[in-house]
C-alpha cells in the first residue's frame, strides 16, 4: 500500500527535470502546495536551442520557456527564483535557503543538475574563455560570436560540435581540440564519429584530436590562442569550454544521502530517504539497458531522461507510484544532419551499418556479445523510434536479421 500523498513538495533545482516535476505533479492531480526553487532568475527554459538556434539569434528568450510564465501561478506553483537552497534538515523535513527562510516540505525533489567542469590550464580565466550551460552565459557568448572572426572549442562532446558546427556556419574560422582519439569518443560508435568529424572538416574545421590544451594565450586580458601540448597555437578570438560536466551533489551530500556519481537513487527515484526524490542529470538510478554499468546504475544528462523521470516521480507522488523503465535516447542537430540515439551503446564490441554513410542516411546497430544494445540513426527517424519501440517492448533484431539485404526495422518492430 503506498503512503498518502504529501502537503507540501518542494522541488529544488528549476530546469527541464525539476520545472518538469512541479508542472507533472498539477498533470497528475496532486492538489498540495508545490514550491520551485531555481538559482538562476530566469523562468524554466530549454537548454539545447542554446548551442544551436539562439547562438545564431534564431530565437529569443520567449522562444525557450518550457511553458509560458504565466503558467506557473495559473497551475498555483511558487516560483522561487534567484534563491539558492542552502541546507536540507532532514529531521524537521525542512530546505533551508541562503537568506535564512525555512520551507517545511512532505516530500522533496532534488533536480540540481550539473555544473561545469573546469579547466585547469594557464588562461582560463581570460575574457573570451566561455563555457555554456545558462541562458546567461549563452547571451553573453552569442555577444561574442557575432563580432569573433576564430574560435576554438576544447572538448569534441555534443555541446563542443555543435557549437563549433553554429560558429562554422556563421563563417566563423573554427578549430575543435579533445584529448579523445575521435570525436563523441564516449558518446558514438567509430563509425558515426568519422562521419561527424567529415562533416565538419568539410566546413572548414580543423580538428586536433588526441592533443590536449597546454594554455590559453591572451593578450590584453583577453584570449587570442589556445596553445597545445605539441606547441601548436591555434588563433581563437573565442574559446568554448565544452569539456564534460558533475552532478551538483553537495546539498545532498551535506544533508548525508547516499551520493556516487550522482545522488543515489531506487528503481522509484527515491533517495536514502524515502521522503526525497532525485531527478534528473544529478541523479543515478538503476537502468535495465545499461550494459556498460558495473551496478546496474546510470546518470544520464539528456531532456528525455528529465521529462520522463520528472513524470515518474510526480506519478508516484501523486498515488500511482511505478518503477522508472523508459527507454534513453538522444539527439544532436549539426550542419543539418540529425544524429538520433536509442538505447545506451557504451560498451558495444561490434557494430552492423545499414545505409550508406557516404549518402548521408544511415544507422548503426550496435552489439555487446549476443545483445543488441540501440541504434544510432543520421538522417533516418523512422529506424530511430522503430529502435524505441523494440527496446521498451524486449524484442531485439539478431545480426541474422540485421544481414539480410531487405531487413526493414520499422516493419521488424510492427510485426
Not at 3 to 8: E, G, L, R, Y
Request: hydrophobic fraction near 45%; include cysteine.
Amino acid at each position: 500500500m503506498s503512503a498518502p500523498p504529501p502537503d507540501t513538495v518542494v522541488v529544488v533545482g528549476a530546469g527541464q527535470a525539476g520545472a518538469g516535476a512541479a508542472l507533472a505533479l498539477r498533470d497528475a492531480g496532486f492538489g498540495g502546495r508545490i514550491v520551485l526553487i531555481g538559482e538562476e532568475t530566469a523562468v524554466p527554459y530549454q537548454r539545447p536551442p542554446l548551442s544551436k538556434a539562439f547562438l545564431k539569434s534564431g530565437v529569443d528568450m520567449d522562444g525557450l520557456h518550457l511553458r509560458h510564465p504565466d503558467v506557473y501561478a495559473q497551475r498555483r506553483i511558487e516560483l522561487r527564483l534567484g534563491q539558492r537552497a542552502e541546507s536540507i534538515d532532514r529531521e524537521r523535513r525542512r530546505v533551508i535557503l541562503a537568506g535564512g527562510e525555512a520551507i517545511g516540505y512532505g516530500h522533496l525533489i532534488l533536480a540540481t543538475g550539473l555544473r561545469h567542469r573546469v579547466l585547469a590550464v594557464p588562461g582560463a580565466d581570460l575574457r573570451g574563455v566561455v563555457s555554456l550551460r545558462t541562458i546567461e552565459e549563452a547571451e553573453s557568448m552569442r555577444g561574442q560570436l557575432a563580432a569573433a572572426r576564430t574560435l576554438v572549442a576544447i572538448g569534441a562532446g555534443f555541446i563542443g560540435l555543435e557549437v563549433a558546427a553554429t560558429a562554422a556556419g556563421m563563417g566563423v574560422r573554427t578549430g575543435i581540440v579533445d584529448v579523445a582519439a575521435r570525436v563523441l569518443g564516449r558518446a558514438a560508435s567509430p563509425v558515426v564519429s568519422a562521419h561527424l568529424a567529415e562533416l565538419h572538416g568539410r566546413a572548414g574545421t580543423s580538428l586536433h584530436l588526441g592533443r590536449s590544451v597546454a594554455a590559453i594565450v591572451g593578450e590584453g586580458g583577453r584570449a587570442r590562442a589556445v596553445r597545445l601540448d605539441d606547441g601548436t597555437e591555434l588563433a581563437a578570438d573565442l574559446v568554448v569550454v565544452g569539456i564534460g560536466a558533475v552532478p551538483q551533489t553537495a546539498l545532498a551530500e551535506a544533508a548525508g544521502l547516499a551520493v556516487a556519481d550522482g545522488i543515489v537513487v531506487d528503481a522509484r527515484l527515491r533517495t536514502s530517504d524515502p521522503a526525497i526524490s532525485a531527478v534528473g542529470d544529478c541523479a543515478r538510478f538503476p537502468c535495465r539497458y545499461a550494459a556498460a554499468s558495473a551496478d546496474g546504475r546510470v546518470r544520464l544528462e539528456s531532456v528525455q531522461n528529465a521529462a520522463d523521470q520528472a513524470r515518474c516521480v510526480a506519478a508516484g507522488l501523486a498515488g500511482r507510484p511505478q518503477d522508472y523503465a523508459a527507454v534513453p535516447w538522444f539527439w544532436s542537430d549539426q550542419f543539418g544532419i540529425r544524429l538520433q540515439i536509442a538505447g545506451l551503446t557504451a560498451g558495444a564490441d561490434d557494430a552492423v551499418v545499414h545505409g550508406e554513410p557516404a549518402c548521408g542516411a544511415f544507422s548503426v546497430h550496435l552489439f555487446k556479445a549476443d545483445r543488441w544494445l540501440g541504434v544510432e540513426s543520421v538522417n533516418r527517424s523512422a529506424d530511430h523510434m522503430a529502435a524505441r519501440r523494440l527496446l521498451a517492448s524486449g524484442r531485439a533484431p539478431t545480426r541474422e536479421h540485421l544481414a539480410r539485404a531487405d531487413f526493414d526495422l520499422k516493419a521488424f518492430a510492427a510485426a
